[in-house]
């Protein structure tokens, strides 16, 4: 029925020194979809969004079990290029963070340190990725100017367009509006329905209302574990799970 | 006695307090105005291109002016990377723990130690033990370690403050550890870095102590590393102190307290770039 | 993935070649001081102020009791002043000056101690001898010298402690109707409290090691002097004036001379280090 997914999560768990921050974990994502994570602070998503690129490694003190497969090939294998991985599953902070440069200097990054230089090249992504999120008329006349002088919401815009200029495949937010004005939170959730027709979106967010208005699928974690996943009208109307039904009541969280 | 009221104690402060301040900006600008006033018209571009005559008596200052940056110069050559290097493998390329604790201590401790027992062991160890003799090169190995703990703790302060969130972007987007150091750390943290460099240098060039002990004191102009040769510290305090010619003497300590000044203000203007990068 | 280990590998052996350098000095310092004072006898070495190195007397108590007393006196101008001045910038100054000021200071820091010497043997030696008495030269002169350039470091560290403390902190005291001054000495200074005494160390630190400028300034006899108008001979002008022609023991008591140093300024360093992690812990940001 379904296509193949294109991350599979199977039995994962990770935990820091001796602490559990996920147990057990299986779920897919499928391409062309937007997966919400919802659930209460310390569930673990951002644990589960951090592994799907392997940002945990640079945890001192980060350990796993079970797999992880891109396209079918575990990403946690020992020949994997985690510096490729990096570049086909994009993650964006819920905080933006420009660096200090330019706003074309950002943009081009990661396309430089992919070995990309040629300036055809890096001018088309560079247009073509602020399209994608919006941006690009408010400012293909200040590229040059410093990252920092945008606002809020044009700086959360801008660090997706940072991770769609290198093209992944894979989208993984983590509470990308917190902090931004409805305006700009809309902007960005108009960007990524359009997205998902050519990437996978795996989106982390503690409001539920964004989870119901702006995702395909929703998944609920709670304490670490995988409580219940379907179809966002389904889990919102009609959730299995008692706990679902009682943290989208407002029971806890 | 009733007591006085708060407002009219602080005036009272205030106007003690200020008068420390004055009575310390005084005295600063008091030692830099009477050195300048004494020797600045003794310098003439003759006297900085020309050697002492009269074990200085006359006679210009340039083999001085020449071993000073042969000795400082080489100094911060030898110390700068190495120390930068030993913070960025100390920040970026480790984890925060005993080890990194109980080398930063070791670091302060060595920033601590006064000079004069860097010039001891510089004398028996490089003049002596390796046979350099009392040469620019002593002096300046030995300076070199006298300013390198310096040196990487200013650096390992600057990488630090660049902030971590930078590096996980840098990471995100599919670079390499070095990539990331070189492109977004460095980048933002070199001003910073720079600044303990340029103050380092300062440090190198007003340093007697030291030289004394390594570089000796020779007037000539040194041909290569391995001559001695005076700084203008050096020649300053030796002229002065040995009543040789006090024109002279006010004339190098003006060249040198430019020197030290101009340092310092280049000093200043990068910590400025550097908090306007990081910010 | 190779090459970044390449590179790991490089930066740990500089590194390493850095700490070895550094450890390779205490190391000798060490190697070459300690033998003499086990053989001298602490008690002789430490207690005793006969220093004849011709004789195979080693009794550094005349140098130590002399590097006390400067320093001391350094250290009640650095903080007199330099506290004053940084309390004046940070409470009492609108910013404009103050960011003027600050850098002025720092500026002003970079005189070489050589200078300084000798400004104190033209115009603070004569001024003493005629108005005070004695030969000028004398603790009182290196005090005030040593107090001069200490004060720079002593301003700096507090301003940057003293700009430090929380701004909510300043606002509350303010919103409860304390002057400025009952917030500073109530309030501020209390919470930059640590940084405070870091100042107050370091300075110390660079008053006992500073050499050049006490050479000119105090006489350098060799006897415990018995008032501040009485010349003085400090531990660091001891090896300096002496190392030029000493050779065997009187070189090895030199390197002792530096041992003890060094040793005084690990203690400063480590009660710096417990001050702070004492103060971080108990009240800085309460």
């Known amino acids: 029925m379904r296509a193949q997914p294109k991350v599979a999560v199977r039995g994962f768990t990770a935990s820091f020194g001796g602490k559990v921050a996920l147990r057990d974990l299986s779920l897919d994502v499928f391409p062309r979809e937007r997966l919400a994570i919802i659930g209460p602070a310390s569930s673990g998503k951002t644990t589960f969004l951090r592994s799907l690129n392997r940002l945990n490694d640079l945890h001192p003190a980060f350990s796993h079990s079970g797999q992880v497969l891109l396209d079918g090939k575990d990403i946690y294998d020992a020949d994997m290029d985690v510096v490729q991985l990096r570049r086909r599953v994009g993650m964006v902070y819920a905080v933006p963070v420009p660096l200090p440069w330019s706003v074309y200097d950002n943009l081009v990054y990661g396309l430089k340190l992919a070995g990309i230089r040629d300036r055809t090249t890096l001018d088309g992504r560079v247009e073509a990725a602020l399209k994608s999120v919006a941006l690009w008329d408010e400012v293909k006349d200040r590229l040059k100017e410093p990252a920092r002088n945008l606002s809020g919401g044009q700086q959360q815009r801008l660090c997706l367009a ?46 539920t209302k964004q989870a119901a208005r702006s995702s395909d699928r929703t998944a609920f974690f709670l304490m670490g574990e995988l409580i219940e996943v379907g179809p966002t009208a389904q889990l919102f109307t009609r959730p299995v799970q008692q706990r679902t039904n009682d943290y989208l009541i407002g029971q806890f969280g | 006695m009733t007591r006085p009221s708060p407002v009219a104690l602080q005036r009272v402060v205030v106007v003690a307090l200020w ?88 670091a302060d401790c060595l920033a601590g130690i006064p000079s004069i027992v860097f010039g001891l062991f510089g004398f028996v160890f490089f003049a002596i033990t390796l046979h350099l003799g009392l040469s620019v090169i002593s002096g300046a190995l030995t300076l070199a370690l006298m300013v390198l703990p310096t040196v990487v703790r200013t650096s390992e302060e600057a990488l630090r403050a660049v902030p971590s969130a930078y590096r996980e972007v840098s990471y995100g987007l599919g670079s390499t550890r070095w990539q990331m150091v070189t492109h977004v750390v460095l980048h933002s943290a070199l001003p910073g870095i720079s600044t303990g460099v340029v103050l380092s240098l300062g440090r190198c060039v007003s340093e007697t102590a030291v030289v004394m002990l390594t570089a000796g004191s020779a007037l000539r102009l040194p041909h290569s590393l391995f001559d001695s040769s005076r700084t203008l510290a050096l020649h300053f305090y030796m002229l002065s102190r040995e009543g040789i010619s006090m024109p002279n003497a006010y004339a190098t300590a003006s060249v040198l307290i430019i020197a030290i000044l101009a340092l310092n203000m280049l000093a200043y203007w990068l910590m400025r770039r550097f908090v306007a990068k990081v910010r | 993935m190779k090459q970044d280990k390449a590179i790991s590998l490089v930066l740990l052996l500089i590194a390493l070649s850095a700490i070895s350098g550094l450890a390779l000095i205490t190391v000798f310092i060490f190697k070459e001081g300690l033998p003499i004072i086990l053989r001298v006898g602490g008690r002789d070495f430490f207690l005793s102020s006969d220093w004849e190195p011709s004789a195979g007397h080693f009794g550094i108590l005349s140098m130590i009791a002399g590097s006390l007393a400067v320093t001391a006196g350094a250290m009640v101008i650095g903080l007199v002043f330099g506290l004053g001045v940084a309390i004046v910038l940070t409470q009492f100054c609108p910013a404009g000056l103050a960011a003027v000021l600050k850098p002025a200071i720092e500026l002003l820091a970079g005189i070489p101690s050589v200078v300084y010497g000798f400004m104190g043997v033209v115009t603070l030696v004569p001024l003493i001898r005629t108005y005070l008495g004695g030969p000028g030269l004398s603790v009182l002169a290196s005090s005030i010298v040593l107090g001069i350039m200490v004060l720079p470091t002593v301003t700096s560290i507090s301003i940057d402690a003293l700009q430090a403390v929380p701004r909510p902190y300043w606002e509350g005291s303010i919103a409860l109707g304390a002057t400025q001054w009952q917030t500073a000495h109530m309030v501020m200074l209390k919470a930059a409290r640590s940084g405070i005494v870091t100042a107050a160390i370091l300075g110390m630190g660079r008053a006992i090691g500073e050499t050049m400028a006490v050479i000119m300034v105090a006489g350098n006899p060799l006897e415990i002097p018995h008032s501040i108008l009485d010349p003085v001979r400090t531990l660091t002008s001891n090896i300096a004036l002496e190392m030029g022609y000493a050779s065997g023991q009187h070189r090895q008591a030199l390197f002792a001379t530096g041992v003890t140093l060094f040793v005084i300024i690990m203690v400063l360093n480590t009660v710096a280090l417990v001050a702070s992690r004492r103060y971080a812990r108990r009240g800085g940001a309460r």
């Open chain 2, 19 to 106: 008068s420390l301040a004055t009575m310390t900006i005084g005295v600063l600008l008091f030692i830099i105005v009477y050195i300048l006033a004494h020797g600045l018209p003794h310098v003439s571009w003759g006297f900085l291109t020309q050697s002492p005559e009269y074990m200085g008596r006359k006679g210009g200052i340039f083999p001085m002016v020449v071993g000073t940056v042969m000795v400082a110069g080489l100094a911060v050559l030898v110390a700068a990377p190495i120390g930068v290097a030993t913070a960025i493998y100390l920040t970026e390329y480790t984890r925060e723990g005993r080890m990194t604790a109980m080398i930063r201590f070791g």
């Open chain 1, 162 to 207: 940072r991770v769609l200029v290198l093209q992944p495949e894979v989208l993984i937010l983590d509470e990308p509006c917190s902090g931004l004005d409805p305006i700009s939170t809309g902007k960005v959730e108009d960007a990524l329905a359009e997205l998902k027709a050519r990437h996978s979106i795996v989106l982390v967010t503690n409001n």
